[in-house]
């Protein structure tokens, strides 16, 4: 199994700012999936993130507006960026368990509220 | 690209009775496919995942699964539902392209178990 950890775990932002999400893996693994959710409805796929290369952005989202890092194999970031209230959402860290090949875990999610 | 389709948006069942919580898939190869569970203020659960070898998979709390290649379909099923069962549920599949792969969810079946 792996646990994530993810951080803020809910902020509230203002329009036109840019937050910062951690997810902190406990082991190394080799891809990290970011995904949104709003509250209750189904997630959606922003980007792959593997280690040593550029993210894999999925179809409506771009590079400039969620910047993403992946300094290593138990780290990343995603950067939500010039926050609109369309932004308001569930963002959620995953990672393929190790020797558990098709078992996603997720983080607890980040819940940001952009007034 | 793979997709996976919810039909239903809540599913209601009596406390003690079966259940089922459907799931369709559109694949080109050989499907992999998974189930979560989302209980209310919870992170993603991984439940159960068909990868090969027999069509009826059991996983977590007693669910089990059955693919049904015929009629490229994933359902989920638990013999006698529990109100704790109560949750969110996602079918999804794992879309394999150009070397990498990533995790497509379906739209999500609310289950409702009533005492």
């Known amino acids: 199994s792996a646990v994530i950890s993810q951080k803020p775990s809910r902020d509230i932002c203002q329009r036109g700012t840019s937050l910062t999400i951690q997810c902190q893996v406990d082991?190394?693994?080799?891809?990290m999936f970011w995904y949104r959710q709003q509250p209750g409805q189904s997630l959606t796929l922003i980007a792959t993130?593997?280690?040593?290369?550029?993210?894999?952005?999925e179809s409506g989202f771009v590079i400039d507006k969620f910047p993403i890092s992946r300094p290593n194999l138990t780290f990343s970031t995603l950067t939500v960026s010039n926050m609109s209230p369309e932004d308001s959402s569930i963002y959620l860290c995953?990672?393929?368990?190790?020797?558990?090949?098709?078992?996603?875990?997720f983080g607890e999610g980040s819940r940001l509220t952009v007034l | 690209a793979q997709s996976v389709a919810q039909p239903e948006d809540q599913v209601n069942v009596a406390e003690g009775n079966p259940l089922t919580v459907k799931c369709t898939y559109s694949?080109?190869?050989?499907?992999?496919l998974f189930w979560y569970v989302q209980y209310p203020n919870r992170g993603l659960q991984f439940l159960l995942k068909?990868?090969?070898?027999?069509?009826l998979v059991k996983g977590s709390y007693g669910f089990e699964a059955e693919f049904n290649k015929s009629q490229t379909s994933f359902h989920l099923k638990k013999p006698s539902a529990l109100v704790s069962d109560s949750a969110l549920y996602f079918c999804a599949v794992r879309d394999y392209l150009s070397g990498t792969y990533k995790y497509i969810f379906g739209t999500g079946t609310r289950l409702k178990v009533l005492a």
């Open positions: 694949v080109s190869g050989n499907p992999y």
């Open positions: 082991s190394q693994v080799t891809m």
């Open positions: 993130a593997n280690q040593g290369s550029e993210a894999t952005y």
């Open positions: 995953s990672v393929e368990g190790q020797g558990r090949a098709g078992e996603l875990f």
């Open positions: 068909y990868i090969t070898g027999d069509n």
